[in-house]
């Protein structure tokens, strides 16, 4: 039977941060594992002709952030719909998750910290030094990850988790796999839950 649930995403998603705490829990209630799989979102939207968000129609824009809004109620999560860095390339929180994922270290606050910095706190997720301060703020060793991050290695792994999404067929993050059944969206993760108690 599995006992985990692979999890994939970006640190730059506020789908996947509206989400976070919520999976979190989920995960706890059923006693599962998380495999923590960032991705390359690019690469995915490039082979599923998923346009960037300020390249999609104004109306799939406008409504984007309808949506936001009301999940933000909805989660009760202060959320910055047009967060200051935004785009921001999200490689190094990626990797420095990577990291910690191999080292079997625990995950889940970092990256609910680093969604944060970027959806609430209007922070520029691709500046090393707010990575290691968040890295620093949950008692992990800021250099060492930091340096791990940067090697071909982990890289390899950030491009295996994408190359992993595309062959599974996944249509976007937050993305949650469990038995080989797909849950996209942070918005599935009622369905998820009933999947789970099954």
């Known amino acids: 039977m599995t006992t985990a649930i692979d999890y994939y995403f970006t640190s730059l998603s506020p789908y996947t941060y509206l989400g976070h705490n919520t999976f979190i829990s989920l995960a706890n209630k059923y006693h599962l594992g998380i ?3 960032p991705i390359k979102l690019s690469k995915l939207f490039a082979v599923l002709g998923v346009l960037p968000v300020k390249q999609r129609p104004q109306a799939r824009q406008d409504y984007r952030l309808i949506e936001l809004a009301r999940w933000a109620k909805k989660r009760q999560l202060p959320l910055s719909l047009h967060p200051v860095f935004f785009p921001a390339d999200p490689s190094l929180a990626d990797k420095c998750t990577i990291v910690l994922q191999q080292a079997g270290q625990e995950v889940s606050e970092f990256v609910g910290n680093v969604l944060a910095a970027c959806w609430a706190a209007d922070q520029n997720i691709a500046d090393e030094a707010v990575i290691r ?3 620093t703020s949950v008692n992990i060793d800021a250099d060492s ?5 940067l090697l071909a290695d982990i890289d390899a792994i950030y491009e295996a988790n994408t190359l992993d999404a595309i062959e599974k067929g996944l249509l976007g993050v937050p993305a949650y796999v469990y038995e080989k059944e797909q849950f996209w969206g942070q918005d599935r993760l009622d369905l ?5 108690s099954e």
């Not at 990850?145 to 991050?149: D, I, P, R, S």
Request: glycine letters at 0%; proline letters at 0%.
């Open 35 to 37: 495999n923590y799989k």
């Open 133 to 135: 301060q968040i890295l």
């Open 145 to 149: 990850v930091l340096q791990q991050a």
């Open 192 to 196: 998820l839950d009933d999947k789970l």
